[in-house]
Nanobody
Framework: QVQLVESGGGSVQTGVSLRLSCAAS????????MAWFRQAPGKEREFVAS????????AYVDSIKGRFTISRDNTKNTLNLQMNSPKPEDTAIYYC?????????????????????WGQGTQVTVSS
């Protein structure tokens, strides 16, 4: 089992970069594929980005490609999401999630059901 705690959220203006982190504790962090999801007000939670256990494979939702970067540091048990050029439509609660699965297809890794553990979320608000 792993416990996940997100941090780094806040209120920023359009174009101001933000870096989210997710600290993991418990079972060996490198045993998990990881992902970020987000939920905007009045909308369902959606996939943002995923990363394999070793960090060699990543995937992104089209709306954030070229702006956001997912990364992990297995020596520090930390997952990151670098948010560059954020837009108001990126406003949401951001959640990190961990999966016991071996990283398979990008599609499978974009599904909520793939993930076994979730953090409590961190709010990101982007104003124009």
């Amino acid at each position: 089992q792993v416990q996940l705690v997100e941090s780094g959220g806040g209120s920023v203006q359009t174009g101001v970069s933000l870096r989210l982190s997710c600290a993991a504790s418990g079972r060996t962090f490198s045993s998990y594929a990881m992902a970020w999801f987000r939920q905007a007000p009045g909308k369902e939670r959606e996939f943002v980005a995923s990363i394999s256990r070793g960090g060699g494979r990543t995937a992104y939702v089209d709306s954030i490609k070229g702006r956001f970067t997912i990364s992990r540091d297995n020596t520090k048990n930390t997952l990151n999401l670098q948010m560059n050029s954020p837009k108001p439509e990126d406003t949401a609660i951001y959640y990190c999630a961990a999966s016991n699965r071996v990283y398979t297809s990008n599609y499978v890794m974009s599904l909520e059901a793939t993930y076994d553990y979730w953090g409590q979320g961190t709010q990101v608000t982007v104003s124009s």
